[in-house]
């Protein structure tokens, strides 16, 4: 269980609550956050308050309801020792009851406070679906990881592995922006999805419009693209270039049902994105066929067929050994790992 924070009283831990609930609410007036903001800038007291809460209320959120009460009911014997203490956690916890009970749902810790970062991960073969405090959700895909920080000006997520689909409630006094790598995506009013695999990243626009801005100046020629739904752009490493294509929604989009979708990427992208599914990680002996161009289907829950109908698509041998699979061009004897 969280731990209580510092000079917890009860109207701290109670108004704590309250901004969690009214935060999550989507008829919530537009100026609520920026009072939230004004409320933990008054006394640093207030963001450990609200850190505290949030966790219980992760916590709360993902429990059925026999196991949501028993929580509720470990506040008071936990803290007994000192009296009337155990009240305000109680009475908070009850205040988070009552919100998720009504439908306001939290998958996450409250993202990008008025402090540092909020990072998020997945776990191999996990997608994570996270709400954030402006009602904005992200959908992680596996072995991915990004960090939240949310101000009076902008919502700045940084995309540091993997893949996350985003569906933004848009705010023009507030823009939302993603980062990966050296590009920035920024929500015109938008779903998108963005896949970073190492320096190359893609984004796919399923609904809206973004704006994607690559490495110097956003005004520089072929440095900045604007896609609708229905375009993908894609950031070559080596052309340090962004170009312009399409896709479906079913491609941008098909891992959340268990389907990696590529058109004609390398080889070395699609090992390394089904290495974020694969149970046993898939590596390439040689440089030669990282750069060969693969169209298709990988669905996560059948990786290892895949794998074994490679070599009719490609000039290649695979060892699938206990711990690890290996490529290898036909000719050259796979290494033993």
Do not use: C, K
């Not at 939230?36 to 209320?57: N, P």
């Not at 940084?158 to 929500?187: K, M, N």
């Amino acid at each position: 269980m969280a731990h209580t924070p510092p000079h917890a009283d009860e109207q701290l831990l109670l108004a704590a609550a309250d901004w969690w609930t009214r935060l999550r609410d989507p008829h919530g007036a537009e100026a609520t956050m920026d009072q939230w903001l004004d409320w933990t800038a008054q006394d640093e007291r207030h963001l450990a308050a609200f850190e505290y809460v949030s966790a219980l209320g992760e916590r709360l959120g993902t429990l059925d309801a026999a196991a949501r009460r028993r929580l509720l009911d470990e506040f008071a014997p936990a803290v007994a020792p000192r009296g009337p203490s155990w009240l305000p956690l109680a009475a908070a916890a009850a205040v988070l009851a009552l919100a998720l009970g009504t439908g306001f749902l939290l998958w996450g810790r409250f993202a990008g406070g008025a402090g540092a970062p909020v990072t998020y991960a997945s776990a191999t073969g996990q997608n994570r679906d996270i709400v954030l405090a402006d009602g904005s959700q992200v959908t992680l895909g596996g072995a991915s990881r990004l960090s939240v920080r949310y101000s009076r000006g902008e919502r700045r997520v940084a995309l540091e592995a993997g893949e996350a689909y985003f569906q933004v409630v848009h705010d023009a006094r507030r823009p939302f922006e993603v980062a990966a790598g050296d590009i920035t995506v920024r929500d015109i009013g938008t779903a998108f999805d963005v896949r970073r695999t190492g320096d190359a990243v893609a984004v796919a626009v399923t609904r809206g419009q973004v704006r994607v801005a690559g490495p110097g100046e956003a005004a520089t020629p072929g440095r900045t693209l604007d896609a609708a739904a229905g375009q993908r752009v894609a950031r070559d490493p080596a052309a340090r270039m962004l170009s312009l294509g399409t896709a479906t929604p079913e491609q941008a989009i098909g891992w959340r049902s268990d389907r990696l979708e590529f058109v004609d990427e390398p080889l070395a992208v699609v090992i390394a994105n089904v290495n974020r599914y694969s149970r046993r990680p898939v590596r390439m002996d040689g440089d030669d066929l990282g750069g060969l161009s693969f169209t298709g289907t990988v669905r996560t829950d059948e990786i290892d067929g895949w794998l074994r109908a490679l070599p009719q698509v490609f000039p290649l041998q695979v060892r699938m050994g206990e711990h690890a699979v290996t490529l290898s061009a036909n000719g050259q004897a796979p290494q033993q790992r």
